[in-house]
């Protein structure tokens, strides 16, 4: 699995979540089939985890779908389709850290244990911004302790191979080992990048730092509840400061320090928060057009 991107377009798709209409809707608004999905050639599309969703009861939204188009997503365009995990898809691997409460259909699970076991999902990935800086994607977003524990790497594309390097180990390695705060119901600041929740695990140890290596783009959560229209209970003053919100794509960034070369480092969330009803009319994509290299 490439640790980063590198074609002309990219597109990034917020948390499917067992949204079958939104899922396909997505992909015929960029020009993809979703009944023969051939992303084009300059095109890489990046779903940055949470294909899936457990709901209860499990019929309302159809996770099994959803795996199945980004299966022949994968499977169809290698190179073109990156299919991150997010905590949602991760619970479907066997691992003491999910609870059977987490397991979907029987179908759903065989799918992402065969991206993991076949190493063609990922973990992380790289894109470059506007200024051809390099931004880390993941799904739950990177915390400064896992980053600190990895030995403090300056490159994304270094945590990106380091995270992916995972793939295929077996009951999910360090995606079991660090599930956060989202499993056990305690904090942990080095919870993994599929499971780190946003609001006490990520943003504020990186808002203390005194410089952050690169920026980041994750799915899992913002700090706004676009759907409710406020933020989160949790999010604190210091957040809600350095966080801009675009109402009409409902994106958030969040600028959470400097980077090494004086410009602000920024973490954004491409999540919608779909919810557990079925629904067609969100559009969770971000576009980016990668600087010539």
């Not at 089939?33 to 457990?54: C, E, F, H, N, S």
């Amino acid at each position: 699995m490439s640790a980063g991107v590198t074609q002309n377009r990219v597109v990034i798709l917020g948390d499917v979540g067992g949204q079958l209409g939104t899922f396909r809707r997505c992909l015929a608004g960029i020009g993809i089939d979703p009944d023969a999905p051939v992303v084009p050639a300059d095109m890489t599309l990046i779903q940055v985890g949470d294909v899936t969703r457990r709901v209860d009861p499990a019929d309302a939204l159809d996770s099994v779908g959803c795996a199945r188009l980004s299966d022949r997503l994968l499977r169809e365009n290698p190179g073109r389709y990156v299919q991150l995990l997010g905590n949602h898809d991760v619970a479907l691997l066997s691992g003491a850290a999910h609870p059977d409460a987490w397991r979907l259909d029987a179908e759903a699970a065989a799918i992402v244990t065969a991206w993991w076991d076949e190493r063609l999902c990922a973990l992380a990935t790289v894109v470059s911004d506007a200024n051809g800086r390099d931004v880390l994607v993941t799904h739950a977003g990177l915390t400064f302790d896992y980053w600190d524990a990895l030995g403090r790497p300056d490159s994304p594309h270094t945590v990106a191979a380091t995270l992916n390097a995972e793939i295929g180990r077996p009951d999910g390695a360090g995606e079991s080992e660090r599930p956060g705060r989202l499993v056990t119901g305690e904090v942990r600041l080095d919870a993994c990048t599929s499971w780190a929740e946003l609001t006490l695990e990520l943003l504020p140890r990186w808002l203390d730092a005194d410089s952050v290596p690169f920026g980041q783009i994750h799915g899992h959560a913002g700090p706004y509840r676009w759907d409710q229209g406020e933020w989160w209970p949790e999010v604190s003053d210091a957040i809600r400061a350095v966080t801009v919100l675009d109402y009409d794509v409902q994106r958030s960034r969040t600028t959470v320090g400097v980077l090494p070369d004086g410009s602000a480092a920024v973490f954004e969330s491409v999540d919608w928060m779909l919810g557990d009803t079925p629904r067609d009319d969100a559009w969770p994509l971000l576009s980016l057009a990668a600087p010539a290299r």
